[in-house]
């Protein structure tokens, strides 16, 4: 059986020097590196929260700038496209121009040429109805 004396008294007192020695020697320490431990856990917490911002922050300003080297690139490219358009244009304007100079020296020499050949016809007209006619009435005139 159990007996209550004095060294159950004895026994609570143990117990609850060894507790508070336990305490210090033992629990303390573990309890502050667990709370270091949370503390560091937390602070990468933070610093990961902290670079997933700066992630989303540097993607948000890549994206626009994407979007505005897009535009700009779209722009300078219509740009140029119109600049082409406009010298194919006046090339074409400057080869009609020329061409329709080469056309009307061409109309001005057929034009001179059908003159002189018009001339040397009515010149020779003459003689060519005099060769008719001795040709018609199989005799020469005169």
Same mark, same amino acid.
């Given at each position: 059986m159990i007996s209550i004396?004095?060294?159950?008294f004895l026994q609570?007192?143990?117990? *609850?020097?060894?507790?508070f020695i336990m305490n210090a020697l033992l629990y303390k320490p573990i309890r502050r590196i667990l709370i270091? &431990?949370? /503390?560091? *856990?937390?602070?990468?917490?933070?610093? *990961? @929260?902290?670079? /997933?911002?700066?992630?989303?922050?540097?993607?948000?300003?890549?994206?626009t700038e994407i979007g505005?080297? +897009? $535009? +700009?690139?779209f722009q300078e490219k219509e740009a140029l496209k119109q600049a082409g358009?406009?010298?194919?244009?006046?090339?074409? @304007?400057? *080869?009609?121009?020329?061409?329709?100079?080469?056309?009307e020296a061409v109309r001005t020499q057929i034009v001179k040429d059908a003159?002189?050949?018009? &001339?040397?016809?009515?010149?020779? $007209?003459?003689a060519f109805s005099a060769a008719i006619a001795e040709k018609i009435l199989g005799r020469a005139v005169s």
């Open positions: 004396d004095w060294t159950v609570m007192a143990n117990f *609850i020097v060894l507790i270091e &431990r949370k /503390k560091k *856990i937390q602070g990468y917490e933070e610093g *990961i @929260d902290s670079l /997933k911002q700066d992630a989303v922050e540097i993607d948000q300003t890549f994206q505005e080297a +897009k $535009t +700009k690139g358009q406009e010298e194919e244009k006046q090339l074409i @304007d400057e *080869i009609n121009q020329k061409a329709q100079a080469d056309l003159e002189d050949a018009r &001339r040397a016809l009515q010149a020779e $007209t003459g």
